[in-house]
């Protein structure tokens, strides 16, 4: 089965609610507050995937690593040993199994995928979704049509992410869950920018 490269990020459904965009913009800067409040913060992750018409597959676990503006590191748990890593321009994945590492440079959409989305601005996320809010979730809908559809957060009172999705298009979706957040210092380029071991295989997208 071809490994999926980048991580794409979906949230279980919640109850109907009304929506309001002011509700929206005060979940998303409370996220933001949440996670620029220290130089980095380190998360537990479970992660579901999706394919349209299919049940899910089964979940990974690991630790994410969050680090403002734009930086963001997966360690996936297993023997694979398997990280994904965006160092604020390009995405990395290496599986140290198959001795092969992963490069590219990603587009402004392929990076909302990511969980970046809790490190911007309102006024930057506003600009390009549409936001509806009500109680603990809100969600994002892009302006302008591409191969995302939606993003959907569960935000806690003080501005946590339990869960976030994106659903893509297609009707492809992953499901992340959040636990155990822990501020922590600086994190050098080097956790996000990663150089993989002498002989490892590197490709280019």
């Keep these: 089965m071809k490994r999926a490269l980048f991580p794409v990020l979906l949230l279980l459904a919640f109850p109907a609610l009304p929506a309001s965009g002011d ?10 507050r949440a996670y620029t409040a220290s130089p980095s913060f380190t ?37 694979e040993g398997k990280v994904f ?8 994945q290496y599986v140290a199994a198959d001795g ?27 600009a390009r979704f549409d936001a509806a809010g009500a109680g603990s979730e809100v969600t994002l809908t892009p ?8 993003i959907t957060l569960g935000v806690s009172p003080q501005g946590e992410v339990s869960r976030l ?16 957040k822990k501020p ?12 993989p071991p002498a002989g490892t295989k590197i490709l280019t997208e």
């Design 23 to 32: 509700d929206a913009q005060s979940l998303l800067a409370s996220v933001r």
């Design 43 to 79: 998360l537990a992750f479970t992660q579901t995937y999706a394919p349209a018409g299919f049940p899910e597959v089964k979940p990974e676990k690991g630790t994410l690593v969050l680090a403002a503006p734009n930086k963001a590191r997966f360690d996936y748990a297993g023997a």
């Design 85 to 92: 890593s965006f160092d604020g321009t390009a995405a990395r």
């Design 100 to 126: 092969q590492m992963v490069v590219k440079n990603l587009t402004a959409e392929e990076k909302t995928r990511l969980p970046l989305v809790f490190l911007e601005s309102t006024e930057a996320l506003l």
């Design 143 to 150: 302006k302008t049509r591409g191969s995302l559809a939606k």
């Design 165 to 180: 999705v994106v659903l893509d298009a297609d009707g492809n979706r992953t499901t992340f869950t959040f636990s155990e």
């Design 184 to 195: 922590g210092p600086a994190r050098p380029l080097s956790d996000f920018a990663l150089t």
